[in-house]
């Protein structure tokens, strides 16, 4: 009776462990999402500010920056 525990035992402890590791894949995946979604909000933000500033250089960059930063939270959120 003793290996009936001992394996029921087991068996939760290696279903709690798989619960636990598709818990932390999905927290991580949503915490890839929210940063890219503030870097290109950031991007954006800073373009507008340098706009004002009338400085094109950053502008140029900043929007580049936007636009990888955007293409990549769109392939994310497509797989």
Do not use: I, N, P, Q
């Not at 636990?20 to 909000?41: D, I, N, P, Q, T």
Request: glycine share 10%; with cysteine.
């Amino acid at each position: 009776m003793s290996t009936r525990r001992s394996k029921r035992k087991r068996s939760r402890t290696k279903h709690r462990r798989e619960k636990m590791r598709e818990v932390s894949r999905e927290f991580a995946k949503g915490g890839e999402w929210s940063v890219l979604f503030l870097g290109l909000m950031g991007c954006l933000a800073g373009a507008m500010v340098m706009f004002l500033a009338g400085d094109t250089a950053y502008v140029v960059l900043l929007l580049l920056l936007g636009l990888f930063v955007g293409v990549a939270l769109w392939k994310r959120e497509a797989t």
